[in-house]
């Protein structure tokens, strides 16, 4: 069973826990097999998306519409931040999330929202001085039940963001003062395929009304918490008023299906500028191709 706030490596390491042969690295065990299979396929992903990114000229005819997301943002992490948002700068478009698609493309360089959600404290300390540093907006999807608490959704004891706080809600306002975003993460940050009709519309319903109560004006945008969607939720986020929602699907702006389902991709200070770069620019796309095909070949077996 997967859990949510765990990933697929932190399951794994879960299993192989009693086996002799273990490596430390920072706080968690993890076993060297788990290491060596976890990073070649981290290898295999990038090189796909590189031959993916040589094609992509001929592919797509304009210049691409990406949305990325973070978490949280640690200060040791704050000069890679710095590096990736330089990129953004001297190479893309950086445009609010709510106009990232009708927003005009000028130049050769494509079009990038940038993203965070959980509204952690360490994204106002540590990212938001960087992003005001060159101008950029950005999109905050706020969980409105834990304001200024410790998150009050499930986060795997493995993961740094179990020690991270919510931002308060006098944090929240001062941010759509200077021109930020904010968005509803829903109130208790469910898994919103999981729940019955009236929790649904409470969480998507509820959130919007108190967001909107603090920053002054309408809330547009959602994201679904563990990116857990389906043709029920995306309904109720539509009859709520939500005129976007964001999965946390790899694709691009203009190959996902609608407004109420944009796909992103996730981004961190640990990816390498490789990463980041074939990130931005669309062709980490080709990596869902790529699980797909894994997962018909593990099918066929």
């Known amino acids: 069973?997967?859990?949510?706030?765990?990933?697929?490596?932190?399951?794994?390491?879960?299993?192989?826990?009693?086996?002799?042969?273990?490596?430390?690295?920072?706080?968690?065990?993890?076993?060297?097999k788990v290491i060596k299979l976890d990073g070649l396929k981290e290898i295999s992903e990038i090189i796909?998306?590189?031959?993916?990114a040589a094609f992509l000229p001929l592919i797509q005819k304009k210049p691409?519409?990406?949305?990325?997301?973070?978490?949280?943002?640690?200060r040791q992490d704050v000069r890679q931040f710095e590096k990736q948002m330089a990129y953004l700068a001297n190479k893309c478009r950086v445009v609010k999330p709510s106009e990232v698609?009708?927003?005009?493309?000028?130049?050769?360089?494509?079009?990038?929202?940038?993203?965070?959600?959980?509204?952690?404290?360490?994204?106002?300390q540590n990212a938001i001085p960087v992003l005001k540093k060159?101008?950029?907006?950005?999109?905050?999807?706020?969980?409105?039940?834990s304001l200024g608490l410790s998150p009050g959704w499930r986060i795997s004891n493995r993961c740094s963001d179990k020690n991270e706080t919510v931002m308060s809600l006098e944090q929240i306002a001062e941010l759509g003062k200077d021109g930020f975003e904010i968005f509803s993460h829903?109130?208790?940050?469910?898994?919103?395929?999981?729940?019955?009709?009236?929790?649904?519309?409470?969480?998507?319903?509820?959130?919007?009304?108190?967001?909107?109560?603090?920053?002054?004006r309408e809330v547009v945008g959602i994201s679904y918490p563990y990116g857990a969607h389906d043709a029920r939720v995306c309904g109720a986020a539509k009859d709520a008023g939500y005129k976007l929602g964001f999965t946390i699907e790899p694709n691009t702006v203009d190959c996902s299906p609608d407004d109420i389902r944009i796909g992103r991709f996730a981004v961190s200070a640990a990816d390498?500028?490789?990463?980041?770069?074939?990130?931005?620019?669309?062709?980490?796309?080709?990596?869902?191709?790529?699980?797909r095909l894994r997962s018909c070949f593990r099918r066929s077996r």
């Open 272 to 291: 390498s500028m490789l990463e980041f770069k074939l990130k931005v620019n669309g062709a980490y796309q080709a990596v869902e191709y790529l699980r």
């Open 101 to 124: 698609r009708t927003a005009r493309v000028a130049g050769r360089g494509g079009l990038v929202a940038i993203t965070f959600d959980d509204a952690f404290v360490s994204i106002l």
């Open 186 to 216: 829903t109130i208790s940050h469910p898994l919103l395929t999981q729940i019955d009709e009236n929790k649904l519309r409470h969480e998507l319903l509820e959130s919007k009304a108190k967001l909107e109560k603090v920053v002054g």
């Open 64 to 74: 691409s519409r990406v949305v990325i997301y973070y978490h949280s943002l640690k």
């Open 48 to 52: 796909f998306a590189m031959i993916y």
């Open 134 to 145: 060159h101008g950029f907006s950005a999109g905050i999807f706020v969980p409105t039940g």
């Open 1 to 32: 069973m997967h859990y949510p706030g765990t990933s697929p490596t932190q399951e794994v390491t879960d299993k192989v826990a009693s086996d002799k042969s273990l490596s430390v690295i920072g706080k968690q065990v993890v076993s060297p």
